[in-house]
């Protein structure tokens, strides 16, 4: 299993503009995390699924923020317009059951100038 | 809510000593705790799961201990070598919940 994968690996952009990033779960994985991690703040939980269906946006910072599943093998979170507080480091996590633990990717290092 | 604390903050020791690291968590009510490892610029490598109802878990040179009663965890590192020189990170899910909580991490320099 090439385990849970992100892109991109970095993306800079110019404040106001909508950033996308992707992740792919690991297959037959039923629940994807979008934890955000800043030197200040350490790692935030954003969003999680379930199958498919969100089930806790209670992290998402604002209304630019917004996140998709629409398979199972497939999400994205999105910021439309970004800022250059959205600077840090994006990762998506899957797991099959909680009690079988979290699988991370490698991260998408956001940088808004 | 839950909160996950790390002490230290950073730790730096010579090549071939055992070290420990420390997590405590304020609700005792989890459902499981993992350790995590960081590298700079990397994502998280998952180290060591324990559940609950588990008092440790060992993998090669790591020791993860669980005292669910007083909200602790311990990572023991044996015979410390350069290459485990990284961000060490602790983080729990409690009962009724699904999200990982995490500390803000020990971040560990092994000098040869």
């Known amino acids: 299993d090439a385990g849970v994968i992100q892109s991109p690996r970095h993306e800079v952009t110019e404040m106001g503009q909508e950033v996308t990033l992707r992740c792919k779960p690991i297959?037959?994985?039923?629940?994807l995390f979008w934890y955000r991690q800043t030197m200040m703040r350490g790692l935030e939980l954003l969003i999680y699924?379930?199958?498919?269906?969100?089930?806790?946006d209670s992290g998402m910072p604002e209304d630019r923020f917004s996140a998709k599943m629409p398979n199972a093998s497939f999400s994205t979170l999105k910021i439309q317009p970004s800022e250059p507080r959205d600077s840090a480091v994006y990762f998506c996590?899957?797991?099959?059951?909680?009690?079988?633990?979290?699988?991370f990717g490698s991260g998408t290092r956001l940088t808004v100038v | 809510k839950q909160e996950v604390t790390q002490i230290p903050a950073a730790l730096s020791v010579p090549e071939g000593e055992n070290l420990v690291l420390n997590c405590s968590f304020t609700?005792?009510?989890?459902?499981?705790l993992q350790w995590f490892r960081q590298d700079p610029g990397k994502g998280l490598t998952s180290l060591l799961l324990?559940?609950?109802?588990?008092r440790e878990q060992t993998s090669g040179r790591l020791n993860a201990s669980l005292d669910k009663s007083s909200g602790r965890s311990t990572l023991y590192i044996a015979a410390s070598q350069p290459g485990d020189s990284a961000t060490y990170l602790c983080?729990?899910?409690?009962?009724?919940?699904?999200?990982?909580?995490f500390g803000q991490g020990t971040r560990l320099t092994i000098n040869p």
């Open positions: 996590a899957s797991s099959f059951l909680r009690g079988r633990g979290y699988t």
């Open positions: 297959s037959g994985h039923n629940s």
């Open positions: 699924f379930n199958n498919n269906v969100p089930i806790d």
């Open positions: 609700d005792s009510a989890i459902y499981n």
């Open positions: 324990i559940q609950s109802s588990q």
């Open positions: 983080a729990v899910i409690t009962q009724g919940a699904q999200k990982l909580v």
